[in-house]
T-cell receptor, first 113, second 111 residues
Framework: GAGVSQTPSNKVTEKGKYVELRCDPISGHTALYWYRQSLGQGPEFLIYFQGTGAADDSGLPNDRFFAVRPEGSVSTLKIQRTERGDSAVYLC???????????FGDGTRLSIL | DAKTTQPPSMDCAEGRAANLPCNHSTISGNEYVYWYRQIHSQGPQYIIHGLKNNETNEMASLIITEDRKSSTLILPHATLRDTAVYYCIVRVGGATNKLIFGTGTLLAVQP
């Protein structure tokens, strides 16, 4: 069956620009997570949605980062005024319920020039 | 969530069993042990998880010591496609369910 889909797979943009990263979770999964992975490191948690609401956004690094999930399915991670330090792979995961294992997409590789 | 300790790298011969250790000496009674792996340029892939009993599925076996302070992931017949970074994660059930990754073990399966 279809897994978690993330688009675009690669994004290159200039410092200061605005970017949106999209995540299509597995159909029927109520929980959705965003992580960020820098080179040589494990993924770091950013934000968790249960349905439409952000239940835990404690991992967002600052107020330039924002995420939405308006209909409880697709989610968009938004980054304003991008900085070179934002360059990383942004991973999305979903799970059927909060107690089930998370399944990851292959990520969006974001490069800020 | 409890911290985990894994060796940074391991080698295994193709066709042999790969045994990946993980220490989690501060684990609490309600914390699960999860294993994920990440093949280059892909997202992490769920392998297996357990609370106190040993678990087995089509991918691997998970052996948890009686005191729950350590565990071993076993890939019974490693193939070249099993070369990946393997992450051992301890997670409290319920609440946010966020995963806290360390740097994992890079398993290199040799032909």
């Amino acid at each position: 069956g279809a897994g978690v889909s993330q688009t675009p797979s690669n994004k290159v943009t200039e410092k200061g620009k605005y970017v949106e990263l999209r995540c299509d979770p597995i159909s029927g999964h109520t929980a959705l997570y965003w992580y960020r992975q820098s080179l040589g490191q494990g993924p770091e948690f950013l934000i968790y949605f249960q349905g439409t609401g952000a239940a835990d956004d404690s991992g967002l690094p600052n107020d330039r980062f924002f995420a939405v999930r308006p209909e409880g399915s697709v989610s968009t991670l938004k980054i304003q005024r991008t900085e070179r330090g934002d360059s990383a792979v942004y991973l999305c995961a979903s799970s059927l319920t909060i107690s089930q294992p998370q399944h990851f997409g292959d990520g969006t590789r974001l490069s800020i020039l | 969530d409890a911290k985990t300790t894994q060796p940074p790298s391991m080698d295994c011969a193709e066709g042999r069993a790969a045994n990946l250790p993980c220490n989690h000496s501060t684990i609490s009674g309600n914390e699960y042990v999860y294993w994920y792996r990440q093949i280059h340029s892909q997202g992490p892939q769920y392998i297996i998880h357990g609370l106190k009993n040993n678990e087995t599925n089509e991918m691997a076996s998970l052996i948890i010591t009686e005191d729950r302070k350590s565990s071993t992931l076993i890939l019974p017949h490693a193939t070249l496609r099993d070369t990946a970074v393997y992450y051992c994660i301890v997670r409290v059930g319920g609440a946010t369910n966020k995963l806290i990754f360390g740097t994992g073990t890079l398993l290199a399966v040799q032909p």
